[in-house]
């Protein structure tokens, strides 16, 4: 049986070059690794361009919409399941549910709140799913800096800080996934 990952990602695909190659460089080696896709059901940016890789290693994609995103941003149409859910709070708990793991790419405050929500899931004994962000470019330093200032101030302990994945490569983090 397969294992779904969460990939929360921008619904634009950024200025860097890097980050797209390394997208779907990080797509085929989840694919390889018989990876299925959950992400937020969009046909733009990182979200459109994660679907279509899965989509074209032959892999299931299913995304989850809440309806009010549905007539505001294009919605995939070639996506295996489309899960329509009533709010964005309904649409992550969905998400959680449907995952075996999350990966965070670049992406704005939408990608961080999902990517911290589910860190947090895992902190309070929630869930225990592992969670990641790939780090490309040193694009989430300052998420960890940040994190290492908690522990610092003594808001977090150091052992919570060190349940997020920080991945630098594609394998990397898939293998880090796949042993947590």
């Known amino acids: 049986m397969s294992k779904k990952v969460c ?12 980050v797209i190659a390394k997208t779907k460089e990080l797509v085929a080696e989840l694919a390889a690794q018989e990876y299925d896709l959950v992400y937020g059901g969009g046909s733009s940016g990182l979200m459109g361009l994660i679907a279509d890789e899965f989509l074209a290693h032959g892999r299931e994609v299913i ?22 859910t009533e709010d964005m709070f309904i649409r992550k708990q969905k998400m959680v549910e449907l995952s075996d793991s999350f990966i965070a790419l670049p992406g704005g405050v939408g990608t961080l709140d999902e990517i911290v929500e589910v860190f947090t899931l895992n902190k309070v004994n929630h869930i225990q799913k ?3 962000v790939y780090n490309i470019h040193g694009f989430y330093d300052k998420l960890v800096e940040l994190m290492t200032t908690f522990v610092e101030y003594d ?6 800080l060190e349940e997020l994945i920080v991945a630098h490569s594609a394998k990397e983090l898939v293998d880090r996934i796949k042993t947590n």
């Open 7 to 18: 990939i929360f990602c921008g619904a634009r695909t950024g200025n860097s070059p890097e």
């Open 63 to 84: 995304g989850v919409r809440p309806v009010i995103l549905l007539s505001e941003e294009i919605t995939h149409q070639g996506v295996t399941r489309m899960i329509e």
């Open 130 to 132: 592992p969670c990641a």
């Open 155 to 160: 808001y977090m302990d150091q052992s919570a």
